[in-house]
């Protein structure tokens, strides 16, 4: 029997913590979680924004059936994305469970053995865990799966919309999938995210082969009010020889940047870990300057866990200005306490990102604020029009507008063949299993949801290879081990990601570590890391380790690192707002005027009047008005199966060597989309270096990466069709 008032239907302890919040009521997202999960048998997808109360959404119902019907094992099972996340509801929910005899326990990298078993004695309650630490579960404490899981019940996955766009998520699925077997009936599976589009998608991703149905709950009908504005900025080139540092190149950015920070709690979100630091050191020179308090921190992946958490302490801390320069690593639901204002210089790589950083202010109820910035690099009116378009500014306005407009955010891509993936699933089953027949270990692979278009030749040619390279070995009665490779690789913890390894060195003053870098400083140089300058004192190339002191300076450390790649969607309404007279409230004065230029420069140079014009008597210049991926197989498309060639010549637009009457001719002679394929595979095989970006593609056999590549990396269909009808455009 159902009762209409969710709150009633919560077990007695959470209510009771409910009253002590003082909360006046349940919000709409968590009374709607609640009937979902208490109600049906379904799947549940919480899709609500950041601060929103998605956690507690899914939780208080969760908490009131174990509550009542107490499992034998652990009986919730929260998959997260960071460690610092997992930390961060662990000590949320903690409050929570205080006086419920339920027992919440973390599992990662930082947890102790002592804890770890505790949590295996016990069995019980909530277990918070990495995608990284449930793969060492299942190939180090195989044995113990059972006991842990045999009447699991949720299974709780946070940031669904980070998992579905990467490698990890993939995982997450094969672990799922893996865990099934161990419990024999199946989790229910709980998504929860504050960054989704076309829920429909998520909804096939967290259903996996469950066969199960998956109800969306969301805020859809919650009205969230926005204070945005965007300014536009030149960048200062420096002379040949000149030593410049971020204040010579930026000025005005970071005095805007400096004025707006100062006395508040606020979030400067930069897209590289290059430009944190150097931004990090531009704010702290102005403080300087101006005798006003350092209040700045830094947060990327390559500064040591002290500085992370000292940044997060300092955020959440009521009462003192604080304000901290990040890159993605804030962009997720990591508790920041009330923060102000967010900053985001230059376009995120995503819509989704542009979502996500907009979320972590307007928090329990506030107004979220963004002021944005874009950058753009001189040019002379002797540079060809498409070089002299604002291109930042345009990407930064379509973001906003696909967002404001339409609640437009860019659905995540699954590839169809993860090599890298497969190879690594491969060698975990028999890590994990022993010995198995070849069918057998095929079947155990191929079965799970990521490797559905992988075909059986394609698994035969990748376990024939791992044979030839000692990953696998036969046996006499014909089944599969591990070889004496694959178990060197498979007994490093590094083997539990599936994310790529990055070689880096150490950086420590004195015995206290400040971060990483990825790759070795010269000795005498000064670096900049955690936004301070440090000269290097010494390096020890065997144990990868940098020794330095504090200095004076303005010298950046470098890190590798590719931008995202940017969706067909969004360039075509980069073009939308360069071709309409629309006026954007939020423009501040500089921005205005330089989209208002553009749209001049646009409407007389014709650039909008079709996707081809000449440069030369030898050269044009294609403006397909595409994405990443489609430009890239243009590219790919033009450069190996034409004369002439063609050239990327900004991430918008494209340089190809000779005539109009070339181009129509080269393109009319294309041949079929299969042999396409074909040709574009063979140069792939023909290349110096033919890899892919996983993180163990460099094991698999290139035959393979080639197939992956044409298949997920390319867009031949799409491509194709625009050259095609480009191509009848100009006749």
Request: charged residues 25%.
């Amino acid at each position: 029997m159902t009762t209409a008032d969710p709150f009633a239907r919560l077990a007695p302890f959470i209510q009771e913590y409910i009253w002590r919040q003082g909360w006046t009521e349940i919000r709409a997202v968590q009374a709607a979680a609640c009937a979902a999960l208490l109600d049906t048998d379904d799947h549940v997808l919480i899709a609500s924004g950041t601060a929103s109360g998605k956690t507690e959404a899914a939780f208080l119902p969760i908490l009131t059936s174990l509550h009542e019907d107490p499992p034998q094992s652990i009986g919730a099972l929260y998959i997260g994305p960071l460690k610092a996340l997992i930390n961060d509801q662990f000590y949320r929910l903690d409050g929570l469970l205080e006086e419920s005899g339920i027992p919440v326990g973390a599992w990662h990298g930082d947890i102790t053995a002592s804890q770890k078993k505790k949590t295996v004695e016990r069995s019980r309650g909530i277990l918070q865990i990495t995608p990284e630490s449930l793969e060492g579960l299942f190939l180090r404490r195989n044995t113990v799966l059972a006991q842990l899981f045999r009447d699991l019940r949720f299974v709780v996955i946070d940031e669904v919309h980070a998992f579905m766009a990467d490698e990890r998520g993939r995982q997450v699925l094969c672990l799922l999938e893996r865990l099934e077997r161990v419990t024999r009936v199946p989790p229910r599976r709980v998504g929860l995210s504050a960054t989704l589009g076309d829920f429909s998608l998520a909804q096939a991703w967290l259903a996996g082969k469950t066969g199960q149905p998956v109800r969306v709950v969301n805020d859809a009908g919650a009205k969230r009010q926005l204070r945005l504005a965007l300014e536009h900025f030149p960048i200062h080139e420096p002379e040949a020889g000149e030593d410049a540092g971020p204040l010579d190149e930026a000025p005005d950015l970071y005095r805007h940047l400096y004025e707006r920070t100062l006395g508040r709690k606020s979030l400067v979100f930069r897209n590289s870990r290059q430009k944190v630091e150097e931004t990090a050191v531009a704010l702290r020179e102005l403080a300087e300057a101006q005798g006003s308090t350092d209040i700045y921190h830094v947060h990327h992946g390559s500064v040591a866990t002290a500085y992370r958490e000292d940044a997060e302490r300092a955020m959440r801390e009521e009462g003192r200005p604080a304000c901290t320069v990040a890159t993605v690593t804030l962009e997720l639901g990591i508790d920041l306490g009330q923060l102000e204002r967010v900053l985001q210089v230059d376009p995120p790589p995503s819509v989704s990102s542009f979502v996500q950083r907009l979320g972590r202010t307007g928090r329990r109820g506030g107004a979220g604020e963004m002021i944005f910035y874009t950058l753009e690099r001189g040019h002379t009116d002797q540079d060809p029009p498409h070089r002299r378009l604002p291109w930042t500014l345009l990407q930064a306005i379509a973001t906003v507008q696909l967002y404001l407009e339409e609640r437009w955010v860019e659905p995540s891509r699954q590839p169809q063949l993860p090599f890298s993936l497969l190879f690594h699933q491969t060698l975990g089953a028999l890590e994990q299993y022993g010995e198995l027949a070849p069918r057998d270990l095929a079947a155990r692979v191929l079965t799970l949801s990521p490797f559905r278009h992988v075909t059986q030749e394609q698994c035969r040619t990748l376990l024939q290879d791992l044979l030839t390279s000692d990953h696998l070995q036969r046996t006499d009665e014909g089944g599969l081990i591990l070889g004496l490779a694959g178990e060197k690789l498979v007994q490093d913890w590094h083997f539990f990601a599936v994310f790529p390894d990055v070689p880096e060195y150490a950086v420590f003053n004195g015995t206290s570590e400040v971060g990483t870098l990825s790759s070795a400083p010269e000795v005498g140089t000064v670096i900049s890391l955690v936004g301070r300058a440090w000269r290097v004192m010494d390096v020890d190339e065997k144990r990868r380790h940098v020794f330095v002191r504090k200095e004076r300076g303005k010298k950046t450390s470098a890190w590798s690192g590719g931008g995202g790649e940017i969706h067909d969607r969004v360039v075509q309404k980069m073009r939308e707002v360069l071709a309409t007279d629309t006026d954007y409230a939020y423009l501040q004065p500089a921005a205005r005027a330089r989209l208002e230029e553009a749209r001049a420069l646009a409407r007389t140079s014709g650039l909008l009047e079709g996707p081809v014009h000449p440069l030369s008597e030898r050269s044009l210049l294609l403006l397909p008005w595409r994405g990443t991926q489609v430009q890239r197989t243009i590219v790919s498309v033009l450069s190996r199966l034409t004369s002439g060639g063609a050239q990327s010549d900004t991430p918008y637009s494209v340089i190809v060597a000779g005539t109009q009457a070339d181009l129509i001719r080269q393109v009319a002679a294309l041949p079929s989309e299969d042999e396409v394929r074909a040709q574009l595979r063979a140069a792939f095989l023909a290349g110096a270096h033919p890899s892919g970006p996983g993180k163990f593609d460099a094991l698999v056999p290139h035959g393979l990466l080639a197939d992956a590549h044409v298949t997920d990396h390319l867009n031949l269909a799409t491509a194709l069709e625009d050259l095609r009808e480009l191509a009848g455009v100009m006749i």
